[in-house]
């Protein structure tokens, strides 16, 4: 009897939940992880590269001046932040790295250089570090504190706008070739003090002929008396390379609007805001806390005014009297010139805010409103509300389109248009409700717009995190082209812009290897002054995502390898089981099965400097996540195979991700009350180096695996692998684009679901587990069998 033929091709419909899995449509999938759909193909997720040469490149870094074999000072010490030594961070010199697993006062550090050492004291202020041997080199201090933001300040040529990046305490910026980080400032500003939930708002102002500004505020607050706190952070401006703070006690630099007794400097004062935008040429304060400034040194009652904006005038915020209220005149005969406020008739909160075109859509809680220009110059805006019910959870979630917002609400993504707001993710109802609410989590929210790959990107924390995970560990990809979704699994805090200021050469494109290095050298994403996505993460690294990219890039640190032998010495290890303890500061990883066979989280280790059998047994390799300890420690196992050995420091750490896709329930026949038997599938795939992946079916709605079960019973024909690479026997694939290859099949039933993901075989096999993918198509070969029953 003939086959029915059915082609899946082009795939477009991408993850669809809010059916059933046998009534969406052919092209759509139930489960949709690591991968999405891309102009009509589902291609692996975005992987990621280093932002320079090496890792030390690419994170988050200070100089603390040259070594010359004394003790050498961190920066000063804040009220919040002490010590500021932590496990897990680091020191370079040259190229030699110096890991922090101990904090005390004359403790020694890991060294990858066996005549250099160093120790530092956590207990002195500033703490301190001081080195025995080695070059008389820049000595680079790494905090390791998590990325809280990244912008750009818009100086400079077209397309070359340089970038910067915030951790909790520090701002920093990336220059140089072939490039590093470096902090910004000199001195001891700017020291932020806010916890891992203070991200940080900017904005440019260019309102001022030849003076471009950037503000920054992480809205870190103490509401009451005695404010600002001196935990408390202003909101912060930097001109060039000068950062000025904006603190009510400077009577040059306060945000003051009412002069007080007529003495400048001596009124209320805004203390801090939540956003900050330029509109009309005037600045505005969306959310601010306010100081009635009524105690000496420029201290008093700080008060909330959580629905409210607050503008400057017409010209210059800077200005003494930018702020002043109608009819208010100081000593020394400023007067007010436009400044003010207008509150919106809510009690929500004001938690976003976007421009389409001209017109400025603010997001509160639970509502969405805009903050219309009115060209009067007494009253320059008023509050029209647009929806009474759909606004955001999360300040850094909203996305800019040419004619529409996008936003995170609590009860779904919003889109609007600037009349009208509506849901857009009806294809997955549900989702938005698995975002995490508890703990912040909804702070933690972070979108981006990808317009080469015409992607929206949020990373979120998903309410299926466990409880050492505390980082954004989800990925929501929106292909607004044609509607479709997916997820990734991943930690990124951050999102922001970067302009690549030099040709990325094949000597500055480690750890990319031939293989994995799925570009091709007039790619986007090694030219030039290109406009690419950056990735900040929760220990400091800043990685540029790339969707030509295979493989993740060494984005965490490993501190130390444990367990520790009885009188051990520093980096020693001793496990006869061969299970080894790893601290991976926030590491932010499972080892807890999710939704999906095979989900638990791997890892690739790599730049492990040690004796030669640990540098041969865990360099390059790849291993499952065996046990999550804390948030900083977890377990991988090698089986026996290394017991014991010393590591010196320089390991990385790399997430590897599982495809997983599940399709729709297949039954074409249902319609005849027929159930069906699935002969073959040829799948349409990339031709790639090494790549393989399962195929397992599932028969009438169950969650049974045929694989799984073929394999106990003995009973299975075949391996139901799908290799993307060529077959031997057909010497003429090697040369092609597109392979069609088959996999074959052991089923009749009402319907059958079929699943694609990767074995614990593959992978743990790097060849494999970090090749790329791509599925272009899919013919069934069917038959109908009996009545349904």
């Not at 080195?131 to 998590?146: C, I, R």
């Not at 010139?337 to 004001?350: K, L, P």
């Not at 038997?677 to 045929?706: H, K």
């Amino acid at each position: 009897m003939p086959f029915d033929r059915f082609l899946i091709s082009p795939i477009n419909t991408g993850l669809q939940t809010d059916m059933k899995p046998w009534q969406i449509l052919d092209d759509a999938f139930t489960y949709l992880q690591n991968a999405y759909v891309f102009r009509g193909r589902v291609r692996k997720r975005f992987g990621s590269l280093l932002m320079g040469t090496s890792p030390l490149n690419s994170q988050l870094r200070i100089s603390l001046g040259t070594n010359n074999n004394m003790a050498l000072s961190l920066p000063a010490n804040t009220s919040a932040h002490t010590p500021q030594l932590a496990i897990g961070q680091m020191f370079s010199l040259g190229t030699d790295t110096f890991e922090v697993y101990q904090l005390g006062m004359g403790v020694a550090t890991l060294s990858t250089n066996a005549g250099v050492s160093a120790v530092i004291d956590s207990t002195a202020t500033p703490n301190t570090i001081t080195f025995t041997g080695g070059a008389a080199s820049t000595v680079y201090w790494y905090p390791a504190l998590p990325v809280m933001g990244i912008t750009q300040y818009e100086t400079g040529a077209v397309n070359n706008h340089p970038t910067y990046a915030f951790d909790t305490e520090f701002a920093y910026l990336f220059s140089g070739s072939p490039g590093a980080w470096a902090r910004s400032g000199t001195g001891g500003n700017p020291v932020w003090k806010g916890s891992n939930t203070n991200y940080f708002w900017t904005s440019n102002w260019t309102g001022i002929p030849g003076v471009i500004l950037l503000f920054v505020s992480n809205f870190n607050f103490t509401l009451g008396a005695a404010a600002p706190a001196a935990t408390d952070d202003p909101i912060w401006y930097l001109n060039g390379t000068t950062w000025t703070a904006r603190l009510g006690s400077s009577t040059a630099n306060g945000i003051f609007f009412l002069p007080g007794g007529n003495a400048v400097g001596a009124g209320p004062f805004v203390q801090t805001a939540r956003i900050i935008v330029a509109f009309r040429n005037r600045q505005v304060l969306l959310n601010t806390v306010e100081n009635d400034n009524s105690a000496t040194g420029g201290s008093g009652v700080a008060t909330q005014y959580k629905n409210r904006a607050r503008f400057s005038f017409n010209g210059s915020p800077l200005a003494v009297n930018a702020w002043y209220e109608p009819n208010q005149t100081d000593a020394s005969g400023n007067v007010a010139a436009g400044g003010g406020f207008v509150d919106a008739t809510t009690d929500e909160e004001i938690i976003s805010a976007e421009f389409i075109k001209d017109r400025l859509i603010v997001y509160f809680e639970r509502s969405t409103w805009e903050l219309a220009y009115t060209g009067n110059e007494i009253l320059p805006f008023r509050w029209n509300k647009l929806n009474t019910e759909l606004g955001s959870q999360s300040t850094f979630s909203t996305i800019p389109f040419d004619k529409e917002v996008l936003t995170i609400g609590n009860t779904g993504v919003h889109g609007c248009n600037g009349s009208n707001v509506v849901r857009i993710d009806e294809k997955i109802p549900d989702e938005i409700f698995e975002f995490e609410a508890k703990a912040n989590g909804n702070l933690r929210t972070v979108g981006i717009r990808d317009y080469y790959n015409e992607l929206a990107i949020w990373t979120f924390v998903s309410d299926l995190e466990t409880a050492t995970q505390t980082f954004p560990n989800q990925i929501l990809i929106y292909n607004y082209r044609n509607g479709s979704w997916a997820l990734f699994d991943d930690c990124f805090t951050f999102f922001g812009y970067f302009e690549q200021q030099a040709d990325t050469t094949w000597a500055s494109s480690a750890p990319q290897t031939w293989e994995q290095a799925n570009y091709t050298w007039n790619s986007g994403i090694i030219q030039a002054n290109q406009r690419q996505i950056l990735g900040g993460n929760q220990q400091g690294f800043v990685l540029r995502l790339a969707d030509d990219v295979s493989r993740n890039a060494p984005g965490m640190n490993l501190t130390n390898i444990g367990p520790l032998p009885m009188g051990g010495s520093p980096g020693q290890f001793a496990s006869a089981s061969g299970i080894l303890t790893l601290t991976i500061v926030n590491h932010n990883l499972t080892a807890a099965p999710q939704e999906y066979p095979n989900s638990m989280d791997y890892i690739l280790l790599e730049n492990i400097v040690a004796d030669m059998t640990t540098q041969t047994i865990l360099n390059g390799n790849i291993f499952k996540v065996w046990q999550v300890i804390d948030a900083n420690t977890i377990t991988i196992n090698t089986f026996g195979v290394l017991t014991s050995g010393t590591y010196k420091g320089g390991g990385t750490v790399s997430r590897v991700s599982n495809i997983q896709i599940a399709t729709k329930q297949f039954n074409p026949y249902v319609d005849q009350d027929r159930n069906v038997f699935v002969q073959r599938i040829d799948f349409g795939v990339q031709n790639t180096e090494a790549g393989e992946i399962l195929v397992d079916y599932f028969p009438s709605s169950s969650d049974v695996s045929m694989v799984s079960s073929g394999v106990e019973s003995t009973s299975i024909m075949g391996t139901s692998v799908l290799e993307t690479r060529p077959y031997t026997i057909f010497s003429l694939e090697t040369y092609q684009e597109i392979l069609w290859h088959p996999v074959y099949f052991q089923c009749g039933a009402e319907f059958i679901q079929f699943a694609l993901y990767m074995t614990n075989t593959q992978m743990t096999t790097p060849a494999i587990a970090l090749s790329d993918f791509e599925l272009q198509g899919m013919i069934l070969y069917t038959i109908p069998l009996g009545r349904l029953q």
